[in-house]
């Protein structure tokens, strides 16, 4: 029984499992100072309590290797005492993590409300157009990866285009599209307009 | 208004601690040390201070619930999710204020005995948690956090978490088990997070905004602090206006001011040769406002008598060439994306609620599917664990209650009736 009477079941259509097992991947250690920088975090948190720490560790993963592969996840399960099934619990929850290869530019497009009224939708196509891809996809030749992310949190600078889960683009329209694309080609984060917040200029 | 929390925030290092210092930094912390934790406590209840990350709670009876005679370590979570769609507010706080933060996580901690304060912010806010950082560490170095803050004795750590994507992490107790490296989902209440919260010790959450006014409150006192505004709705507050505005910006006005003075005052008003067709005053998940409804105060009892919320104090605006099927489908989507799939209604009905606008948005839609979106929406609000299942079948509710014949002529006519030329060419599709 479902919580509303009118209730469509039917799994090939809507409840479709969207799992999909990690890659093996190459074998998986942290470099030194990733492994430094993951003790240093321990200490922040309860000793019994230390998988306080995984988002933290799943973002060094993805600073090392750019995704999650199940090497990795077993790597990061061992330091903080987490079965494999656990991490990847964790990790599938959260969308700033990738799992599965993605490009070197990871381009992120605010779809929500407060973007979408500022063309955030015209943005998507612009890029998708410049790209030769679809939203959720990496161009062939491995450089640019399109995903639509939501509400960014600097709806007044809308669209908001986020690089990397780190680079931060505001106010982008669908005619500069093709630059911003040859832009992040060639200079990658130093292509980015910054946060409007931060008014002193190197 | 003279602004109290934004007042220097364009001007250039006014996020160092330097500049913070030469302008009574820390002085409402050496007030709280010079205090017993009680009467901090009892200060911040005659403030009237209201908590400023959606609810509206009293912040200082949150703070008396907090469990006092335990052996357990107690924290503060300071939530800087600010992921609630149309808010902007507290990135600008942290991001040109940082130390406003810190000060006023450390008076939480001094009011409730905690000797940890974890600030919680999104991973996409990582520009700013670097301002955070650096300048946390200056901070500390000089001794305004850590052990024996300003020669008093009283130790305590602040520390920054880093989430990773996920609009749910900004309920209490689904960030309280993000913090604890878990999915970001709610637990039952109760125990509320004040008996048994991170790590299951008493702890209190509270918003950055919140934080941010309690150096002034101990500062300035409580009477000054009502004096701002309306009754029950004292102190500064932050509006973020995005949208079809001229000046979409954050605003830092009493509460006394109408939301027709934000939006057309301080935010310019509509773009040149549109109307005003709707607003939503408190981030999406609140339900909508029209044009006639906006002289009022931006309060949070003014916005909820006339049946939306003020809610993270985000507004909307949309002027006439926003199909409002279209709205909600757009905000549909978000909830199901973000839905953490703990509870049944929310879980299945966000995502037949996407389905149905999709299909009603495409021109595919047959009448009674406009009964189904409000049948479904009754059926998930009030009927989960947190209030997220409310903010996900708002949009559709309060859509189909105010523009009900713009759904039927997208079921009559086969198409979208309200076509606009910002928005994409393509035809949404229901994945
Ligand atoms: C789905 C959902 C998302 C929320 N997101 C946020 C958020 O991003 N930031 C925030 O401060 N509060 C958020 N809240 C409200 C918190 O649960 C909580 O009430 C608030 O952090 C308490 O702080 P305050 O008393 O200072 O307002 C959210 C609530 C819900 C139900
Ligand atoms: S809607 Fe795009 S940043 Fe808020």
């Known amino acids: ?202 | 208004m003279e602004p109290v929390l934004t007042r220097y925030i364009r001007e250039p290092n006014s996020y160092t601690l330097d500049f913070f210092l030469k302008h009574d930094g820390y002085n409402g912390l050496k007030a709280a040390l010079g205090m017993e934790p009680n009467a901090v406590i009892d200060l911040v209840k005659a403030s009237g201070l209201r908590g400023r990350g959606g609810a509206g709670f009293p912040t200082g009876l949150k703070w008396q619930f907090v469990l006092k005679d335990t052996p357990l370590p107690k924290y503060i979570c300071c939530n800087a999710d600010e992921s609630e769609p149309g808010t902007f507010k507290d990135h600008v706080l942290m991001e040109r204020n940082p130390h406003l933060l810190f000060e006023g996580c450390l008076i939480g901690c001094r009011a409730i005995g905690a000797k940890v304060a974890y600030i919680y912010i999104r991973g996409e806010f990582f520009h700013v948690q670097k301002v955070l950082e650096a300048e946390l560490a200056k901070a500390y170095a000089q001794g305004y956090v850590g052990k024996n803050i300003m020669g008093t004795g009283f130790d305590c750590d602040i520390v920054i978490h880093r989430g990773a994507g996920a609009y749910e992490a900004g309920e209490e107790t689904a960030l309280i088990e993000s913090l604890e490296g878990k999915r970001a989902q709610p637990r039952i209440k109760p125990p509320f997070p004040a008996v048994s919260g991170l790590y299951n010790c008493p702890t209190a959450v509270n918003n950055v905004e919140t934080l941010c006014n309690l150096p002034s409150i101990l500062l300035n006192g409580a009477e000054w602090f009502t004096s701002l505004g309306p009754e029950k709705n004292g102190g500064p507050k932050l509006f973020c206006v995005s949208g079809h505005v001229k000046k979409p910006g954050t605003y830092e006005a009493s509460m006394s001011t109408t939301l027709h003075e934000l939006i057309y005052g301080h935010a310019g008003g509509i773009r040149d040769g549109h109307q005003l067709k709707a607003i939503i005053p408190g981030g999406s998940s609140v339900p909508i406002l029209l044009p006639h409804e906006l002289e009022i105060p931006a309060s949070f009892d003014a916005v909820a008598q006339v049946g939306s919320m003020l809610g993270s104090a985000g507004i909307i605006v949309m002027d006439e060439t926003t199909c409002m099927v279209w709205a909600a489908r757009n905000l549909l989507y978000f909830y199901k994306h973000e839905s953490c799939g703990k509870c049944t209604p929310c879980r299945e009905g966000g995502d037949w609620l996407h389905r149905i606008l999709t299909k009603i948005e495409n021109g595919e839609g047959e009448m009674r599917d406009i009964d189904l979106l409000t049948s479904i929406g009754s059926n998930i609000a009030g009927k989960t664990l947190c209030a997220f299942g409310d903010a996900a079948a708002t949009p559709a509710l309060t859509t189909v209650k105010h523009f009900r014949p713009e759904f039927e002529a997208h079921v009559r006519e086969g198409r979208c009736t309200v076509p606009a030329d910002w928005r994409a060419a393509r035809t949404p599709v229901a994945h």
């Open chain 1, 1 to 202: 029984m479902s919580f509303h009477p009118l209730m469509l079941y039917d799994p090939e259509r809507f409840q479709r499992s969207e799992r999909r097992l990690l890659e093996e991947g190459e074998p998986f250690t942290f470099a030194p100072e990733r492994r430094a920088a993951l003790d240093e975090l321990l200490t922040k948190y309860p000793p019994d309590r230390k998988r306080s720490a995984i988002l933290a560790a799943l973002y060094l993963v993805q600073e090392q290797q750019g995704y999650l592969t199940a090497n990795a996840v077993r790597h990061v399960g061992g330091i903080l005492e987490m079965t494999p099934a656990e991490v990847e619990d964790v990790a599938t929850y959260y969308v700033m993590f990738f799992k599965e290869k993605v490009g070197k530019h990871v381009v992120q497009v605010c779809r929500t409300l407060s973007c979408a009224l500022a063309g955030a939708e015209r943005v998507t196509e612009a890029l998708s157009h410049t790209l030769g891809i679809a939203p959720g996809e990496t161009d062939p030749s491995g450089m640019f990866t399109l995903l639509e992310f939501e509400c960014l949190g600097a709806c007044d600078r809308a669209p908001v285009v986020m690089v990397n889960n780190e680079d931060w683009h505001e106010r982008v329209r669908p005619e500069d599209c093709g630059r911003l694309v040859e832009d992040i080609r060639a200079r990658g984060p130093a292509a980015s307009s910054g946060c409007h917040l931060r008014i002193e200029r190197p």
